[in-house]
């Protein structure tokens, strides 16, 4: 099976994206901030879930799939917050023989209820084979410029340290990847990630969707090469 992740930025250009997907042979695409994608875009795909909510993911596959959301609620009593902004943003993705988790989890204040979540949900459902999508964190020996804008990008690390005593390996650890450019300072930053606990399995950062300006991130491939 083969996976993409792209965040698109919210960005209304999507015919690279069509073009990749009608060259390539990708089974499920996973999309976040992609309202401004066109519609077919989806339709490539015989089965798919578009979210209802502003930030929820849309997914689309070959293959018959269900959909488990992972919610949680941000809590803070001096913010006037808007918890639908929040909903469906990480969303357990059920095929026959594997179990995605898709994410699309938002950066400093906000990262640790959704980290918290995703691990309350990986600790209690031990099937989960593949964790994948923009988690706006990284680990501290990833490109993270902390002293130049990325203090934002910190909060994850220790729930990703949490993930690997879960059994999860993080494919492009200790790499020197980055997978997004911030319009903020140019910095580059390794924030899209893929945890396995599937060991045959190959993941690589497509530079062509930051290239050609789809997004400021680039697209996470994810090749599953056997499924038990």
Partial sequence: MNILYLNCA??????????????NNIDL??????????????DIF???????YKYGLTVCSNYEFKIKPIEYVIEDSNLNINNDNYKERIMNIVFNKLSIVGVHIDYGFYNPFAMNALYKYLSMHNNVDIVIGDFNSGYLNDNLDYMN??????????????????????????????????????KKYRIDHCFSKI??????YI???????ISDHKALLVKVNSIN
């Avoid at 015989?46 to 209802?52: A, G, I, L, R």
């Avoid at 060991?199 to 690589?204: F, G, L, M």
């Fill in 10 to 23: 919210n960005r209304k250009n999507s015919d690279y994206l069509q073009y990749y997907l009608e060259k």
């Fill in 29 to 42: 695409l996973i999309l976040s901030e992609s309202n401004n994608i066109k519609n077919n875009i989806k």
């Fill in 46 to 52: 015989k089965y798919k879930y578009v979210s209802k």
């Fill in 149 to 186: 804008g990325g203090i934002i990008f910190q909060n994850g690390f220790l729930y990703f340290n949490e993930f690997e005593k879960l059994g999860y390996c993080n494919i492009g650890k200790n790499k020197g990847l980055y997978s997004f450019v911030s319009p903020r300072n140019n």
């Fill in 199 to 204: 060991n045959n399995i190959d993941v690589e």
């Fill in 207 to 213: 530079d062509e969707f930051l290239e050609n300006n």
